[in-house]
């Protein structure tokens, strides 16, 4: 389903670009984002479920399988990582991030420390991103208008003086 049209909207955000700024407003050195969320997983540079039931019904212990998937899930990640060349400073973003396993096991096999915006921030880093990104446009849009309500007033009042 496309997303409605605004009227009033005049630029549009990828969630790319608002994870970039989310990130690096959080940690101003990243260099690398993996944003690991419940459906998709991102990498930037500025039958699953039967097989957890029949390990369940195996008497595997669930955190046992939980660790598995997380030992997937990392591997994967640093694959798609290395596909897109990455660069020290890492932030790691996503729901994901929220479990702190999820992060220890992601800086283990990087081999090297990684930004993880604190408790529930990294499902929010993205949303922080747009915000910031409004923020900057909104400026930029009023300081337009300031510079052209001051062009205005300035013709004003050349045209009143030749008048006089």
């Given at each position: 389903?496309l997303?409605?049209?605004?009227?009033?909207?005049?630029?549009?955000?990828?969630?790319?670009?608002?994870?970039?700024?989310?990130a690096?407003?959080?940690?101003?050195?990243?260099?690398?984002?993996?944003?690991?969320?419940g459906?998709?997983?991102?990498?930037?540079?500025?039958?699953?479920?039967?097989?957890?039931?029949?390990?369940?019904?195996?008497?595997?212990?669930?955190?046992?399988?939980?660790?598995?998937?997380?030992?997937?899930?990392?591997?994967?990640?640093?694959?798609?990582?290395?596909?897109?060349?990455?660069?020290?400073?890492?932030?790691?973003?996503?729901?994901?991030?929220?479990?702190?396993?999820?992060a220890?096991?992601?800086?283990?096999?990087?081999?090297?420390?990684?930004?993880?915006?604190?408790?529930?921030?990294?499902?929010?880093?993205?949303?922080?991103?747009?915000?910031?990104?409004?923020?900057?446009?909104?400026?930029?849009?009023?300081?337009?208008?300031?510079?052209?309500?001051?062009?205005?007033?300035?013709?004003?009042?050349?045209?009143?003086?030749?008048?006089?």
């Open positions: 389903m997303a409605p049209r605004i009227s009033f909207r005049d630029f549009q955000v990828t969630d790319l670009t608002a994870i970039a700024r989310g690096s407003f959080l940690f101003p050195g990243t260099r690398t984002v993996l944003d690991i969320g459906q998709t997983m991102k990498a930037s540079r500025i039958d699953g479920r039967a097989k957890v039931i029949s390990h369940l019904s195996e008497g595997v212990p669930p955190e046992d399988i939980m660790f598995g998937a997380i030992l997937s899930l990392t591997d994967r990640s640093l694959q798609l990582m290395k596909r897109n060349k990455l660069e020290p400073e890492y932030t790691l973003i996503g729901g994901i991030l929220r479990w702190e396993v999820m220890k096991v992601l800086r283990e096999r990087l081999g090297q420390q990684a930004n993880v915006p604190e408790g529930d921030m990294p499902q929010f880093t993205a949303a922080l991103g747009c915000a910031i990104l409004s923020h900057l446009r909104l400026r930029k849009l009023f300081a337009q208008r300031a510079e052209n309500e001051e062009r205005t007033a300035q013709g004003n009042g050349r045209r009143a003086k030749s008048a006089c």
